[in-house]
């Protein structure tokens, strides 16, 4: 969404007085459906749109809130205001302030939103996760979490520990936790399928990376998931969220998310949104149909970023004798360039261990990684290096 970034003068007030059409206007944006082709908006395209988080029960507005970029709680607050009902945020976000933003936030309005967050990826004991909980809880400034997410699973293997279904089940029945969860970029099939499978039926959520460049494997993961009472709740709705000045006037977002949506598995998608234009932008979704417009749209926003977009499929991992984390690698590479989020880069990136990081892969004179997208990996390394050294 950020074609239309420039224009962020307005505050909360602004945007719920005025309205999406007239505040469109009033920040300068009053031609943005004319201007920028592929984003539209008027009233009655902000009505919630709900659906069911799977066997939570919970209902959700389709649009959501994704927490992860949004530095202050001033859009945060008006996205419930309008009644988006569901916010994502992270243990990690900003290294634990993007809790806290959601924290302030929530003031006031507590119980008319579920609030989803996540375990640190490196979390695999009853102490870390014990820790992680409190931690948010104080952090979130409520005494519940509706859905607590096991984050960044690889495998089914961290899904599947013992010691980590008891303490969530003792967090359940302190009431300090409500649902659980898991969240997945890489190998998300394999992820999806074991909890699908799962005869205990343990978690009941699932947050996958998932746009209109995901491979038809994810994709039937996620409808067997959805099948198996999954809420699959639908990132990386954009692809990436390249600048696109090279396609002229055109924004590709709210097509990116309208083609998520039109998959009626996904309950929910959680396009990040730093400002009241993204807000804007992403919830006018809720009622809007794809249109071949959108598909011609999508089309050529694929074409732009073909040349650099990894589906974080990670296929390519076991062709590279030093077994590379080149999946996360690419991910965090997303972060700085897509996102222009440097902290979230980093971070993702220093959770490489050493010895899969692009440190480890300086005994290949040339690098004999295949990438079944085509991609250059070794070009992908040595931007790592440039951007995190
Ligand atoms: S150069 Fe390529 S094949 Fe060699 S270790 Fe690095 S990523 Fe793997
Ligand atoms: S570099 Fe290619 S094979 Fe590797 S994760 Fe990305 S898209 Fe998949």
């Known amino acids: 969404m ?5 224009h962020n003068s307005m505050n909360r007030r602004d945007f719920l007085k005025i309205g999406v059409v007239g505040a469109a206007a009033t920040a ?6 004319k201007i920028v082709e592929g984003v539209t908006a008027s009233k009655h395209d902000i009505m919630p749109v709900y659906r069911t988080l799977g066997r939570t029960g919970l209902k959700v507005t389709i649009v959501s809130f994704g927490a992860m970029l949004t530095p202050d709680h001033e859009p945060m607050e008006a996205a419930f205001d309008l009644g988006v009902n569901y ?13 806290e933003i959601v924290g302030k936030a929530l003031k006031g309005r507590r119980d008319k939103v579920y609030v989803a967050t996540k375990s640190l990826p490196s979390s695999t004991t009853k102490k870390d996760i014990l820790n992680d909980v409190e931690t948010s809880l104080s952090k979130l400034r409520t005494d519940y979490i509706d859905v607590i997410q096991l984050h960044s699973l690889t495998s089914g293997d961290r899904a599947f520990m013992p010691e980590i279904r008891e303490v969530l089940m003792e967090l359940r029945k302190q009431g300090k936790v409500r649902f659980f969860g898991v969240t997945t970029h890489t190998n998300q099939a394999d992820v999806l399928k074991a909890i699908a499978d799962d005869p205990d039926k ?9 746009n209109f460049k995901s491979e038809m494997s994810v994709k039937n993961a996620i409808a067997l998931a959805a099948k198996s009472g999954i809420g699959i709740v639908a990132m990386k709705t954009q692809a990436g969220g390249y600048k696109t000045d090279a396609l ?3 924004s590709p977002h709210q097509a990116a998310l309208k083609w998520v949506l039109q998959d009626t598995n996904v309950a929910c998608a959680i396009p990040g949104m730093k400002d009241m234009t993204m807000l804007q932008e992403a919830t006018a979704v809720m009622g809007m149909k794809m249109t071949r417009r959108d598909e011609r749209i999508l089309e050529r926003y694929a074409e732009a970023i073909t040349p650099y977009y990894c589906h974080l499929c990670a296929q390519c991992e076991p062709t590279c004798p030093q077994n590379i984390a080149i999946s996360t690698i690419n991910r965090s590479i997303m972060y700085a360039e897509g996102y222009e989020d440097m902290e979230l880069a980093r971070a993702t990136y220093d959770e490489i261990p050493p010895h899969k990081s692009v440190y480890a892969c300086s005994n290949c004179t040339e690098c004999v990684a295949r990438c079944v997208n085509g991609l250059n990996i070794a070009a992908k390394i040595q931007k790592a290096k440039t951007l995190f050294a």
């Open 2 to 6: 950020s074609d239309a970034k420039d």
């Open 28 to 33: 300068g944006l009053g031609g943005l459906s």
């Open 87 to 99: 916010v994502d945020t992270a243990r990690r976000y900003m290294n634990g302030r993007n809790e």
């Open 202 to 210: 343990f978690f009941d959520t699932a947050l996958v990376s998932y």
């Open 248 to 250: 002229g006037p055109i």
